[in-house]
């Protein structure tokens, strides 16, 4: 299209002023809401013993989720991708519902699941082992909702790529692993790096889930999230500068991933 | 493949059947079953009274006008970031994946800050319609302009080119040259759009109030101890939103994912 001058600038104008509206300006409030009152006193909401246990369940819930997800992530992906049939089709059709299911659903469902009165309910409670309503169910949903992210990022990739290198490495006598691990891997792993990086965010910031089956007690299942939102839903000024606090440090840990994202999209086929 | 690749690939088919299946399809059998473990009567009080039935619409509307909004905004974006050129569009179009990095709980608060009752512009939103589906908007907007961002840079500028040296207007270029080759990116980003809208609960925890997006409803049934209603609901808010993706990603044709 030839686009005149006038029109190419009130296209950018509406793009520009959408974006100021919607993303730019709420980030630049939350810091200076947080550092309204001073960076002592943000400083102090965040290093609270409850922000520093919700800080270190926020991070034990993404080590646990993101390498089991990365793990069948690439499994999955290379079992839609170069097997095929009917049952890995199915499973291409299936690995999406986590995006599509509310979060709230994913904590009722596994309240049936492993709640007291669920279908796995009595086994627990006889071993006295606690799953929902303390951090294992925890676990369980942030795994689920950030389930898809590695699939989805490295699917595509591995369709690029194609195998003929695999063939080739498989006809010199490579045993399957050591074409995985010298072929395989390397050409997708941007594609991964990615998909962890995507996953990473979203079990960190999980609330909805978690929300569930957590027992909302500090300093034992209250994570990141779940902190913002029970002091923004407290009363009186100190109440909001603490959550206001809780949430930079959420703010800041995802500006490190925009980062980590912007540098490895470049790298990423744009291929979707 | 060699036999033992094929033997090695069936394991990895097992697992990751297995893996799917405790994770994620367990518990959402649990749901069904629960579902319509109970009067077919029961079944349908709960998801035909007047707070289900508004519930499903206020949920379903809020995210199929945000996926509209998003498809148009999305791929305004999409077109300056790509064919435009301005000082500090890099950093834009890095912070286009804020959202996707920013917990939703941080999102909320933002939006109440700057709409709600303190709002420095005088806008009071929170608490309504409205600041449901600018949370949704925010949330999804990552997801028309990554999609159709790749296929307008691919795009031949050369018959836009020819066609407007035969006369056609920017209006009817971009109706019959260039959305035509965007169709399938902008609708694939919208249905996704759509998906994450509809299961959208961080962002609006806060901000939603008294707006009973169908999410809260459940949320609400499980707390007040009522799992046959929550599953019920669940139930059919999964299958409608299943039924409006398919719809939505048909309209764009299929697109390789």
Redesign the interface.
């Given at each position: 299209m030839l686009i005149s001058r006038r029109a190419k600038l009130s296209l950018r104008t509406i793009a520009l002023l959408y974006l100021l509206g919607l993303l730019i300006l709420p980030v630049v409030v939350v810091f200076f809401k947080t550092f309204e009152h001073g960076f002592g006193v943000a400083w102090g909401w965040m290093t609270t013993p409850a922000a520093i246990s919700a800080l270190s369940l926020s991070l034990l819930m993404a080590l646990i989720a993101v390498p089991l997800n990365t793990i069948f992530g690439v499994t999955c992906a290379l079992v839609i991708v170069r097997r095929r049939g009917r049952l890995a089709a199915v499973l291409d059709a299936l690995i999406d519902l986590p995006f599509l299911v509310s979060p709230i659903i994913v904590g009722l469902a596994l309240t049936l699941v492993y709640g007291i009165h669920g279908w796995f309910g009595t086994f627990f409670t006889d071993h006295g082992i606690r799953i929902i309503f303390a951090v294992p169910g925890m676990v369980l949903a942030t795994i689920f909702v950030s389930l898809p992210f590695v699939v989805r990022e490295v699917a595509p990739v591995l369709v690029e790529v194609g195998d003929e290198q695999e063939q080739a490495a498989a006809t010199l006598g490579a045993s399957d692993w050591q074409t995985f691990w010298r072929i395989t891997l390397p050409s997708i792993r941007w594609g991964v790096i990615y998909g962890v990086i995507l996953s990473t965010a979203r079990a960190l910031g999980e609330i909805g889930a978690v929300l569930v089956v957590s027992s909302l007690v500090a300093g034992q299942t209250l994570t990141l999230p779940l902190l913002v939102y029970q002091r923004a839903s407290q009363l009186g000024p100190g109440a909001v500068t603490a959550a206001y606090a809780a949430a930079t440090e959420l703010a800041v840990i995802s500006l490190v991933v925009l980062l980590a994202m912007t540098a490895f999209s470049s790298r990423r086929p744009q291929s979707r | 493949?060699?036999r033992?690749?094929r033997r090695?690939?069936g394991l990895?088919?097992g697992?990751?059947?297995l893996?799917?299946s405790v994770?994620?399809?367990?518990?959402?059998a649990?749901?069904t079953?629960?579902a319509v473990s109970q009067s077919p009567s029961d079944f349908w009080h709960s998801v035909t009274n007047p707070l289900a039935i508004r519930a499903l619409a206020i949920s379903l509307g809020a995210a199929l006008l945000s996926a509209a909004v998003g498809a148009v905004?999305g791929t305004?974006?999409a077109?300056?970031?790509i064919?435009?050129d301005?000082p500090g569009k890099r950093i834009?179009n890095?912070?286009?994946?804020?959202?996707?990095?920013?917990?939703?709980?941080?999102?909320?608060?933002?939006?109440?800050?700057?709409y709600g009752p303190d709002s420095p512009f005088g806008i009071h939103l929170a608490y309504t319609r409205a600041v449901v589906l600018?949370a949704l908007?925010?949330v999804t907007?990552p997801f028309v302009v990554?999609?159709v961002?790749?296929v307008l840079?691919e795009i031949d500028k050369e018959v836009?080119?020819a066609a407007?040296s035969l006369g056609a207007s920017?209006a009817v270029?971009?109706k019959r040259v260039?959305l035509p080759a965007l169709r399938p990116a902008i609708l694939s980003g919208a249905a996704?759009a759509f998906?994450?809208a509809?299961?959208?609960?961080?962002s609006l925890?806060?901000i939603a109030g008294k707006v009973q997006i169908?999410?809260?409803v459940?949320?609400n049934d499980?707390e007040s101890d009522a799992?046959h209603a929550?599953?019920s609901l669940?139930l059919v808010?999964?299958v409608l939103?299943?039924i409006v993706?398919v719809l939505i990603r048909r309209l764009g044709g299929r697109v390789?994912?």
């Open positions: - | 493949m060699p033992v690749a090695r690939g990895a088919l697992l990751s059947t893996y799917l994770i994620v399809l367990l518990p959402l649990a749901v079953v629960k905004m305004l974006i077109w300056v970031l064919r435009d301005f834009i890095a912070l286009i994946d804020l959202p996707f990095a920013l917990p939703t709980v941080v999102a909320a608060l933002t939006l109440l800050a700057l600018v908007l925010f907007l990554r999609s961002q790749p840079l836009e080119e407007a920017n270029i971009f260039v996704l998906a994450r509809v299961g959208e609960v961080g925890l806060i169908a999410s809260l459940i949320l499980i799992p929550a599953a669940s808010l999964i939103s299943l993706l390789a994912h």
